[in-house]
């Protein structure tokens, strides 16, 4: 299962809206985020401060070593100051650490963005200074795999015990 999860921006509900409207989307988040089969990726804008996203106090709350927890920082272009200090101190304990994208503009082609995208990383004073190991579409997809496989291994033993155990179970 993967959660894509981005920050809870509204408190304060609009013209016929619930008046529980935030309670109501953090419940729905977190019965998706609680299973330890979970993914939990992060999206976070480049411009926000990280220690005070609310979605990362979300997912620490349910993974407190961080070990099903992604971050994909968003609109790097937008924001590129102070950005390779973000990623590289982690202040918020994201385990599974950070992956930073450029995000398509207008009506760009997914090729097109992402030409643009290795160029902004190549290119840009201060973003070419981020290991390209966490930089890139590309580079989401396969730690995304990556993590996938891990809990995919992790949990396979207990699925197929319980498989076992039902069959069993009509067999007798």
Same mark, same amino acid.
């Given at each position: 299962?993967?959660?894509?999860?981005?920050?809870?921006?509204?408190?304060?509900?609009?013209?016929?809206?619930?008046?529980?409207?935030? *309670?109501?989307?953090? *419940?729905?988040?977190?019965?998706?985020?609680?299973?330890?089969?979970?993914?939990?990726?992060?999206? #976070?804008?480049?411009?926000? *401060?990280?220690?005070?996203?609310?979605?990362? /106090?979300?997912?620490?709350?349910?993974?407190?070593?961080?070990? /099903?927890?992604?971050?994909?920082?968003?609109?790097?272009?937008?924001?590129?100051? /102070?950005?390779?200090?973000?990623?590289?101190?982690?202040?918020?304990?994201?385990?599974?650490?950070?992956?930073?994208?450029?995000?398509?503009?207008?009506?760009?082609?997914?090729?097109?963005?992402?030409?643009?995208?290795?160029?902004?990383?190549?290119?840009?004073?201060? #973003?070419?200074?981020?290991?390209?190991?966490?930089?890139?579409?590309?580079?989401?997809?396969?730690?995304?795999?990556?993590?996938?496989?891990?809990?995919?291994? +992790?949990?396979?033993?207990?699925?197929?015990? +319980?498989?076992?155990? +039902?069959?069993?179970?009509?067999?007798?």
């Amino acid at each position: 299962m993967l959660l894509f999860s981005s920050i809870l921006n509204s408190r304060v509900p609009v013209h016929g809206q619930p008046e529980n409207i935030y *309670d109501q989307i953090k *419940d729905i988040i977190m019965e998706y985020i609680r299973p330890e089969k979970s993914i939990i990726l992060n999206v #976070l804008s480049a411009t926000v *401060d990280f220690t005070t996203c609310e979605s990362i /106090r979300m997912s620490q709350s349910v993974d407190k070593t961080g070990l /099903r927890t992604l971050a994909v920082v968003t609109k790097a272009d937008k924001s590129p100051e /102070r950005l390779l200090e973000k990623v590289t101190v982690d202040d918020v304990n994201i385990g599974l650490g950070y992956v930073c994208i450029r995000n398509r503009i207008g009506d760009e082609s997914y090729e097109e963005a992402r030409i643009e995208e290795e160029r902004l990383f190549e290119s840009h004073p201060m #973003l070419s200074k981020i290991d390209k190991s966490i930089v890139g579409v590309p580079v989401l997809a396969q730690r995304l795999v990556q993590v996938q496989g891990m809990i995919i291994s +992790k949990t396979l033993p207990e699925i197929v015990k +319980k498989i076992n155990e +039902k069959l069993t179970y009509k067999l007798t």
